[in-house]
């Protein structure tokens, strides 16, 4: 694969990296498709990341790449774009973008797909789409309502500027700002430690069945979660001194 690379981890996270750097991260035709399939075969891991290469997200769609197609071809890789985009946010896994450095036009739709949005300090978030002439066409602007509301999602699009990683962490358009790759690494680990059947039932909104919740109660993840908490909240004696007995007396 040219494009995009699908690296898998022992841990259960799994991550889907655009690998264009000397193109900013910017998806032609052939990088969509390529995604796509990167998608379809990540539904085994527990926790999905998607990233950037090369300290940078995504500048969103390849213009000289998509500009060079025939109408019919790019009608097909557009919808193949939000169609997988809208199966990426599908997924019961968890699903993270990863932004470093810039998330501009597509690139920005393109994280708004996951279900939480951890930024890097350097990280730079900017919807272009209307100083393109364009409209956000993966589906960024319903991720975008679901996150702000409508009015905020508006005006993400209609006032495109620059939004720090500060300025999107106090908006709500990301979740976590982390100092670095490990870092974020280490995060998504501890996530891909949760039950799966919960994680899926509270991603689709489900209210718990008394059944669900009978089954996660006899759960592998829940008995674990109670030997952990026993462990944790068992008093430790104190070490006996010398002469002692169990009872604190003296011994003879």
Known sequence: MSGVLREEFSSGR???????????????AEAVAELALAVRASQGAAVIVVRGEGGGFSSGGDLNGLHALPADQLRATLALMRTTLEGLGQLPQLVVAWVEGVALGGGLEL???????????SARLRAAQLEMGLLPGWGGMAAARRRLGEARARALYLDPRWISAEEALAAGLADRVLPDLAAMRVEADRLAGFSGQAVAAIKQGREPTPELFAQLWDGSHHRQAVARFHGRSRPKRPPMAAGQGPGGGEQN
């Open 14 to 28: 799994q991550e889907i990296v655009l690998a264009r750097p000397e193109h900013r991260n910017a998806l032609d």
């Open 111 to 121: 994280a708004l797909a996951a279900d939480l949005v951890w930024l890097a300090p």
